[in-house]
Structures are given as structure tokens and as C-alpha cells.
């Protein structure tokens, strides 16, 4: 198994000060956070998804892009994906970051998936995500690139079960899955060893982060979404990393720990070698 950082996590380094840092902590790759930035935001202290000073600006220039990829080669790490916030079924959009991840030299991109509404049924949304999905698989052939969609809360794709669903009517080179267990202690958990086993060749990424469930004081019986530290949350990793290498995974485990327990500078050091203690 390899080691990267999505640079999410890192919002108070900017994105030549990061590669140094990665070479440093011994990781193997980096997956960039790709999003405009918001004027409103600018002035704010560095936060995970307002003021991010490691993104890369879609509107950067095919100079800057190459320039940054080359600062990457240059300490010997892989851009592995470049993940944006994209609009299910935005192809416009999808297509204008497979260009700059064509460039970056990356092999995926996060695509987008829609989230659920309780007004249209499952069945009809599922549908049409795997059209749009279908879509898009299509402009990834023609980039040779693989689209990652990502187990995420609060979406349709909660769960690799779901996950699968809309990534199985296509090719796995061109089509893959993110496995994100800190996403499923939220919403969409499944036994490990049965959601990796049944993903197959579309397990394409993985992310490690955690996360837990806290009371709610002000509220009888309600419990309120909290990020952990890696060791601290409750997913095992343990169980995670020995049901990866059980089933022969040799791809990259992704970092992106929203704990704030440590600062970003600690928090690559700790959390690669707290994952690398368990293999």
C-alpha cells in the first residue's frame, strides 16, 4: 500500500510548501483540492472548505498547472487524483478538471453524484445518476482517466453497496469507487470485509479519516456528527488495513483527517505513521 495526502486537511499551507512536508513524512502521493475560491472568504482565517490556501484555482493556467507538476515530481511524488466539487452530471464542468488532471499528470478525478431527495423515489434517482454516471465514463475513456465516486453521507452513494450500483454498469478502468469508512460512521456503514469483497476491481481509492457520535445537551435523544482523531474514532483501522491487505489491495490510502487535534504540519506526521504501525 502506498500514502496520500488530500490537501483538503492542509488549509493553512500553500501548495508548494506542501510537497516538501509530504517528502518529509514519507508519503507517496498527493491528491489536490480543486475549487474556485470564494472573495468572501479570502480575508478569513485558513479553514477545510472556505479559505483553503492548498487548492488549485480552476482558472489556474496550463503554465501554473505544469509548474506545479513538475515541483511534484521534482521531491518524487504522484499526483494521484485531483478532487473537485462537482454538480452531478455538470459535464462542462467534469471535463474542464479531467483537462487540468490531464495535465497534472493524474490518474482520477472525484466526480460528481447527487445527493437524495425524499420527493422522487430511489429507484428513479438511482436512474438517473447512473445516466449522468454513464456520461461521464464516457469523457474519462476519452481522457484515460478513472472518475471516483465516493461513499459519502448525505448522498446516494452512502454505502459501497449503493456505491456499486451506479459504478457496475461501467468500466472499472474508466469508472471506480473511493471507500471512505470515516464518511459511513455517519451514514452508510457496511461489514468491511463484505463492502471491500463485493466492490472488487471498482475499489479504486481509499480514505482514512474518523469520525464519532457525541450527545446532544440541547436535545433529548439526538447525537450530533463529530470528526476524530484516526485511533480515536469508531472505525477500526486495524480491521481496515488487515481486510485491505486480505483481499490484496495495493492501491493508496488517501489522509484526510478533519479531527483539528493537531496542526497540519503534526497531523501528516502522526497520521501516516499511526496507518503504517498497522500494516
Not at 451506479?166 to 456503514?189: K, R, S, T, W
Amino acid at each position: 500500500m502506498k500514502f496520500s495526502v488530500f490537501t483538503v486537511m492542509t488549509p493553512d499551507i500553500r501548495l508548494d510548501e506542501i510537497l516538501p512536508l509530504l517528502k518529509k513524512n514519507g508519503y507517496d502521493g498527493v491528491e489536490w483540492r480543486y475549487k474556485a475560491s470564494e472573495k468572501d472568504f479570502k480575508d478569513e482565517k485558513p479553514s477545510f472548505w472556505r479559505n483553503n490556501l492548498c487548492t488549485i484555482d480552476p482558472k489556474a493556467s496550463e503554465k501554473e498547472l505544469l509548474k506545479l507538476k513538475q515541483l511534484t515530481q521534482s521531491h518524487h511524488l504522484e499526483t494521484i487524483a485531483v478532487i473537485p466539487y462537482l454538480e452531478a452530471g455538470d459535464l462542462q464542468a467534469t471535463e474542464k478538471v479531467l483537462q487540468s488532471a490531464k495535465t497534472m499528470q493524474a490518474r482520477m478525478i472525484r466526480i460528481g453524484v447527487p445527493t437524495f431527495n425524499s420527493g422522487i423515489s430511489i429507484q428513479q434517482q438511482l436512474a438517473d445518476a447512473a445516466y449522468k454516471i454513464k456520461q461521464v465514463e464516457e469523457l474519462c475513456q476519452q481522457y484515460e482517466m478513472k472518475g471516483l465516486i465516493e461513499t459519502h453521507h448525505d448522498t446516494l452513494t452512502t454505502s459501497a453497496s449503493l456505491a456499486l450500483k451506479l459504478a457496475e454498469q461501467c468500466n472499472p478502468d474508466h469508472i471506480g469507487v473511493i471507500y471512505d469508512p470515516g464518511n459511513m460512521v455517519f451514514e452508510g456503514y457496511e461489514n468491511h470485509a463484505i463492502a471491500l469483497q463485493m466492490l472488487g476491481p471498482y475499489l479504486a481509492h481509499v480514505h482514512a479519516k474518523n469520525a464519532m457520535h457525541n450527545r446532544d445537551s440541547d436535545h433529548i435523544g439526538s447525537w450530533i456528527r463529530k470528526w476524530a482523531k484516526l485511533d480515536e474514532g469508531l472505525m477500526n483501522w486495524q480491521e481496515i488495513i488487515s481486510t485491505l491487505k486480505d483481499i490484496g489491495y495495493e492501491g493508496y490510502i488517501g489522509i484526510e483527517d478533519f479531527s483539528q487535534s493537531f496542526s497540519s504540519e503534526k497531523a501528516l506526521a502522526f497520521n501516516i505513521q499511526y496507518l503504517k504501525s498497522l500494516y
